[in-house]
């Protein structure tokens, strides 16, 4: 058995599991938003029991509209208040940050512990080694009830990357690369696993960017090795040298659609995000603010930052960041998903073109179908605020001046 095997094979107290098999595990924690919450909350009224599997165990953050863009949006967030008073779970309501960044900070799985989350982006928690499953609000509400999950087991693949990554080339390129690569169907339904010389020493935020958009690949389950732990038998390993992965973007209709910056270098832009699930940790903040310090956000251009969480929010105030980003003309907001959700806080509007650290950038996916967004690394997105265009990293602040 490879790693996630294994651990899929200990969660259904079996000693053996292999691709294919349909099996029953336990789960270790169960995650929701305020968009998937309150149909989950509907469905488990349904099924007609007092009471969730394990109060400690259910965990909702209200991130995607938050503050509230309308009325039917905060109904949503009373919902889940309301099932918190009568079941008892755990509910972040004021901002506390974007759910898998919060999950990571506050509820942090051991190793082969199984997630299930209500979020296509769940997988992010395979960057600290969780077997980390997305499901629909149906599934989420059975699980809320019985504490276990049905599921077949998926084929693994194992993607080896050795080397180190040239100066101005990120994990969000890497993802990104990668996605270009085995395209946006790829994974669909499968485990991947992390491996090799350079994953072995990339950050866990560097780690939790990768993890993140496994999704973006179609995979069911995206999970970084452990350190001196054989990865097992896989379907098949595929290897890259980080070397030869350049600074890249995902350029529009889809996050499959990645070209070399060099390649698109010049598109003009007027808005720029940083931040989300993907790229709003504090590594990241502080590499935006390296690039933004001295300068000046291009006129025509708006720049968001949305931290992915509170934590990560005051340590931008306590070292200064905030108020860098701020001199620069940038726009700091408070902790959510925001316009990566397509719900408020920056939306596009029709002939609207955005450079964001976000993990999606299908038509209409941040306001407008005619509005284009590409996705890129934290350094490019606050290069190309800058300039007014996107431009290659190391066209503002030479190349080793930024982490």
Not at 350 to 366: K, L, Q
Request: aromatic share 4%; with cysteine; net charge negative.
């Amino acid at each position: 058995m490879n790693q996630v095997e294994k651990y899929l094979a200990k969660a259904a107290g079996l000693e053996k599991v292999e691709a294919g098999e349909d099996i029953t595990v336990k789960v270790d924690l169960v995650i929701a938003h305020d968009v998937t919450g309150p149909m989950a909350v509907e469905q488990f009224k349904k099924i007609g029991v007092d009471q969730v599997f394990d109060s400690q165990k259910v965990v909702f953050v209200v991130d995607h509209i938050i503050p509230a863009a309308t009325s039917e949006a905060k109904a949503l967030h009373n919902v889940l208040k309301k099932f918190s008073q009568d079941y008892g779970v755990k509910v972040y309501d004021k901002c506390d940050g974007v759910i898998h960044q919060v999950v990571a900070e506050k509820h942090r799985l051991s190793r082969g512990s199984i997630l299930m989350g209500a979020d296509s982006h769940t997988c992010t928690a395979g960057a600290y080694g969780a077997i980390a499953i997305p499901v629909g609000a149906t599934e989420l509400a059975a699980t809320m009830a019985t504490g276990t999950l049905d599921l077949e087991v998926p084929e693994t693949y194992e993607l080896r990357i050795e080397g180190k990554l040239s100066p101005g080339v990120y994990a969000k390129d890497v993802i990104l690369h990668l996605i270009g690569h085995f395209g946006t169907g790829g994974f669909t339904d499968k485990a991947v696993i992390y491996s090799g010389s350079l994953i072995e020493n990339l950050t866990l935020d560097d780690k939790m960017t990768i993890s993140n958009m496994g999704i973006e690949m179609g995979t069911m389950i995206s999970y970084f090795a452990g350190e001196n732990e054989p990865v097992g038998v896989v379907k098949e390993v595929f290897t890259f040298k980080a070397e030869e992965i350049p600074a890249s973007v995902a350029c529009p209709p889809n996050p499959g659609n990645v070209s070399k910056v060099t390649d698109i270098a010049g598109t003009k832009i007027t808005q720029v995000v940083i931040g989300s699930c993907t790229n709003g940790r504090l590594s990241d903040m502080k590499i935006a603010a390296e690039v933004l310090k001295d300068h000046q956000v291009a006129e025509a251009v708006t720049l968001l930052v949305i931290p992915a969480s509170t934590s990560i929010a005051q340590e931008m105030e306590d070292q200064g960041i905030t108020r860098i980003i701020r001199q620069a003309g940038g726009i700091v907001t408070s902790p959510g998903c925001g316009p990566c959700f397509g719900a408020h806080m920056g939306l596009l509007a029709e002939g609207d073109v955005a450079v964001s650290t976000t993990n999606r950038n299908f038509p209409g996916r941040m306001g407008h179908r005619n509005g284009m967004v590409y996705l890129a690394s934290p350094r490019l997105a606050a290069e190309s605020a800058i300039a007014g265009k996107i431009v290659a990293p190391g066209t503002i602040a030479a190349l080793g001046e930024v982490d």
